[in-house]
């Protein structure tokens, strides 16, 4: 998204906001709490990266920077897809909303421990929350290397990584 606010905002305006998203997941407009779970929603759907590196909420009508602590999706579940005993598939649920298949290649593991993985076609990272990473551990398999996750046949050890979110 290449724009210049002076192009379109009448002077004294700004896309700046006191918007927030903290790393648990919660919204907040400066110290008060966006408690509305329909506007939570949508804020988590409306998250995009701008071309500067900055996150925004965007919707058909407008656009407005905000602030982004943590990942800016969080992975809510995982339903895993079985043949037998076998982890055949993963579909992640996001707290946007959207439903999307895992990109295994992607899960890596963050310094406080916690899974993260990439999303919506490779341009958001994510953070399974505690209830998403129990429903993964089924897809967990001792290897010869160690715990691997294995779906589809295919094993991945994440590694661990000194930021999870780049």
């Known amino acids: 998204m290449q724009v210049d606010p002076n192009e379109i905002l009448p002077a004294g305006r700004s896309r700046e906001t006191k918007i927030r998203r903290d790393a648990r997941g919660r919204w907040w407009n400066g110290e008060s709490e966006i408690t509305h779970v329909l ?46 005993d076998a982890v055949t598939g993963c579909t992640l649920v996001l707290s946007d909303g959207r439903e999307e298949p895992l990109a295994l290649r992607t899960l890596r593991e ?22 998403a990473a129990v429903q993964l551990a089924d897809a967990i398999v001792e290897t010869e290397a160690g715990a691997s996750i294995t779906i589809g046949g295919e094993a991945y050890t994440p590694p661990t990584v000194d930021d999870p979110l780049s």
Request: aromatic share 10%; hydrophobic share 35%; glycine share 10%.
């Open 39 to 84: 506007l939570v929603r949508a804020f988590d759907s409306w998250i995009e990266r701008t071309d500067d590196g900055r996150y925004c909420l965007k919707n058909d009508i407008n656009w407005a920077y905000v602030t982004i602590e943590g990942a800016p999706i969080d992975v809510r579940a995982c339903k895993l897809a079985r043949v037998g």
């Open 110 to 131: 963050g310094p406080d421990g916690a899974l993260y993985c990439t999303v919506r076609g490779g341009t958001m990272p994510a953070r399974f929350d505690t209830h």
